[in-house]
């Protein structure tokens, strides 16, 4: 299953840190996932401390 980051998201960059394929991208107002990058190996989950990323 693929992870998404929802509109919680306050572009702290703690997931972007944790995310050993570097499939999170930063945008203006929230930060995004390349799903072609992402291995799911939820690293990004456990380090988003609003709870922002979730399982599409």
């Keep these: 299953m ?3 980051i929802t509109d919680e ?3 702290c960059g703690a ?3 944790e995310c050993p394929s570097e499939a999170i991208e930063e945008g203006e ?3 995004s996932i390349n799903s ?3 291995t799911e190996c939820g690293n990004c989950v456990e380090a988003c401390p609003t709870g922002a990323i979730v399982e599409e």
Excluded: G, H, T
Aim: negative net charge; contains cysteine; charged residues 25%.
């Design 36 to 38: 072609e990058n992402c």
């Design 29 to 31: 107002e929230k930060y």
């Design 2 to 4: 693929a992870y998404v």
């Design 15 to 17: 997931c972007l840190e």
């Design 9 to 11: 998201c306050v572009a």
